[in-house]
């Protein structure tokens, strides 16, 4: 390290410890006593002077003593055990370690039967966990129709599931790819991406899909192989709630970190579009030479809200709407993981008794939910596996919340508790309909709805008209539309068409929605079943084409059409030669386009004929 720096004495290179700015001769020295803790850097030169000192380890009162200090007698009270004499850079994240315990539980990759869900529970080694072993991938039985998944409920007490401090789509996060499922054509098995993460050649990436199809979790799996084999570190920013200068600062110190540790940054930002084109323009350069590896995730179009230039370094991924099966997969690993029971359709299945330990079990309830429950929540939340795992959360918490101590009768066991189909859709009043009126998916629908009456689909033509009001659609916004397609589509086909949509129009101005949308369903059936017609919207398109390729001056109105109210006007010859058709009872021969154009038919002529 020391010959990195000898050449540049005057440069100053931040500590990864204390994240304090010392001259490079000078760094050396600091690191030593840095992680030995016994120099408080007082040569530091960082803008962070005036904040919270850094917490001091109690080496010499703890090493000499094996009490627990009077100060830390609250963890002690908490079943927890006296911290050990470490370096400062590790104590100061010792309060993470239950937390990173509890979440290790609920995201291991391992098979398991059931899950911690507070501090001080009992935890069973692999040895112990029978149910889990069968399903290869996250550890749960296959679902059989009419029979029961069994799976121990000796650890995991029902009541803490109310009292989760994260929604468990964040607690059931994956942290592997074997764990990730629905994306099959990104990440699947020998495709390109795959085999770049497993030899760890991360590229600049940017993830474009819908919510909940597993941006985020793709981007925390990266992190993941990256930090176990420790060749990157991982930077987790939102656009939402981040400024410039905090990236340029995450981006100072990737550039520390590449000089001292060898050791690249992953720069993860959640809602990349939520950054103006200026915002995006400070990743440049450090794209381009690899201090940060960039992974954005965006719900938009990147093509519209990504500066070309960013965009051209990085490598976009689709990722698509999660299907049923894959939501149903999610769901039967979060279930194995809560300790739930799946029941088929008999609902007389039970584990049984001679199977529990009664002392284990205590007075906690047993808890079953149907498998046509978990397949409505699948079909419900419409692709988004943190609104199905959120909803299958909150229908638990409901039917947990709702059985009271006392019910069964003296001396008897806990009565059982069963979510069904009604209590999720209960839950879930309606299917999570994905719409933005301002993104790409409003122009994607009325694109669909356009197209639909064009081929005479009035069914097709309804479901969009139904996906968009749905949605939140401005109604007017769709009676302008319809407007505009009974002229550009039907035209002289049916010319009641266009006075049909204009009174759609107004009468969406007048009463709104929700009343006005079987006004919209039945302009759209009209025109939808009207004959079709683009005579006119090709003729027009023809005369623009012909206007902008022309060369030269435009040609000037033929004397004869041009107006003449005053005299001298007319000695000029406007208006002279004009026959007034009125006055005549047989058609009159008349030229009414300019010279250079006589004899051109817009309706049969081609542009390219220029």
């Not at 010392?22 to 030995?36: G, K, M, T, V």
């Not at 969406?508 to 079709?532: D, N, S, T, W």
């Not at 005299?567 to 010279?595: H, I, R, T």
Request: proline share 7%; net charge neutral.
């Amino acid at each position: 390290m020391a010959s990195e720096v000898a050449g540049s004495v005057a440069e100053q290179v931040q500590c990864p410890v204390c994240f304090k700015d010392f001259a490079a001769s000078e760094i050396n020295a600091h690191l030593d006593r840095c992680l030995l803790n016994i120099d408080s850097c007082p040569t530091s030169t960082s803008k962070d002077e005036n904040g919270p000192p850094l917490k001091k380890p109690r080496i010499s009162s703890e090493a000499s003593s094996p009490t627990v200090n009077t100060t830390d007698s609250s963890e002690a009270r908490k079943g927890t055990t006296p911290p050990s004499p470490v370096f400062s850079m590790f104590q100061t994240n010792r309060n993470k370690g239950p937390l990173q315990s509890e979440r290790n539980t609920f995201l291991s990759n391992k098979p398991i039967a059931s899950t911690a869900v507070s501090k001080g529970m009992k935890r069973h080694s692999p040895d112990e966990m029978g149910a889990g072993q069968a399903m290869g991938q996250f550890g749960i039985d296959p679902p059989v129709s009419n029979t029961l998944i069994k799976t121990p409920r000796d650890t995991t007490p029902v009541r803490a599931l109310l009292n989760i401090d994260k929604p468990l789509a964040e607690k059931l996060r994956p942290t592997t790819l074997e764990e990730y499922f629905g994306q099959n054509k990104v990440v699947g098995e020998h495709t390109l991406l795959r085999s770049l993460l497993d030899s760890q050649e991360i590229p600049s990436l940017i993830l474009w899909g819908p919510p909940g199809c597993g941006k985020t979790t793709l981007a925390h799996i990266i992190a993941s192989g990256s930090k176990k084999r420790g060749t990157a570190r991982f930077v987790s920013l939102s656009a939402t709630s981040t400024s410039t200068n905090e990236v340029r600062e995450v981006i100072k110190q990737a550039q520390n970190e590449l000089k001292l540790m060898k050791r690249k940054t992953i720069l993860f930002i959640d809602e990349i579009h939520r950054f103006n084109k200026s915002q995006q323009d400070t990743f440049l350069p450090h794209v381009e030479c690899g201090t940060v590896t960039l992974i954005g995730a965006t719900t938009e179009n990147p093509s519209f809200q990504v500066n070309a230039a960013l965009l051209s370094r990085c490598r976009v991924l689709v990722l698509d709407k999660l299907s049923v099966e894959a939501m149903g997969l999610i769901l039967l690993r979060a279930v194995a993981t809560l300790g739930i029971s799946v029941l088929g359709e008999d609902l007389n299945d039970r584990i049984d008794q001679d199977e529990l330990n009664p002392t284990e079990l205590g007075s906690e309830p047993k808890v079953y939910i149907e498998q046509k429950a978990l397949d409505t929540i699948a079909h419900l939340c419409d692709g988004d596996a943190r609104a199905g795992l959120n909803g299958l959360q909150l229908a638990v918490q409901a039917r947990v919340g709702a059985a009271r101590p006392g019910q069964s009768g003296s001396g008897s066991t806990p009565q059982d508790i069963v979510v069904q189909e009604e209590h999720v859709k209960e839950g879930l009043q309606r299917s999570h309909i994905l719409y933005d009126k301002a993104g790409e998916e409003h122009y994607n629908c009325i694109s669909a709805l356009h197209k639909s009456m064009r081929g005479s689909h009035e069914n097709a033509s309804l479901y969009w008209l139904g996906r968009m009001l749905e949605g939140g659609e401005d109604p007017l916004y769709v009676a302008r539309r319809l407007v505009r397609f009974s002229s550009e589509d039907v035209g002289m086909a049916d010319p009641s068409a266009l006075p049909q949509a204009v009174s759609a129009f107004q009468a969406c101005h007048f009463i709104g929605m929700p009343e006005c949308e079987v006004i919209l369903a039945q302009c759209v059936v009209y025109l939808a079943r009207a004959p079709k017609s683009v005579e006119i919207y090709k003729a027009y398109g023809n005369v623009k084409a012909s206007l902008r390729n022309h060369k030269g001056p435009l040609p000037s109105v033929p004397l004869h059409l041009r107006n003449a109210p005053t005299k001298l006007m007319k000695d000029l010859g406007y208006a002279e030669g004009y026959k007034y058709n009125p006055a005549f009872s047989a058609p009159v021969e008349q030229d009414y386009l300019p010279e250079e154009l006589r004899g051109m038919n817009f309706f049969t002529w081609n542009p390219s004929d220029l």
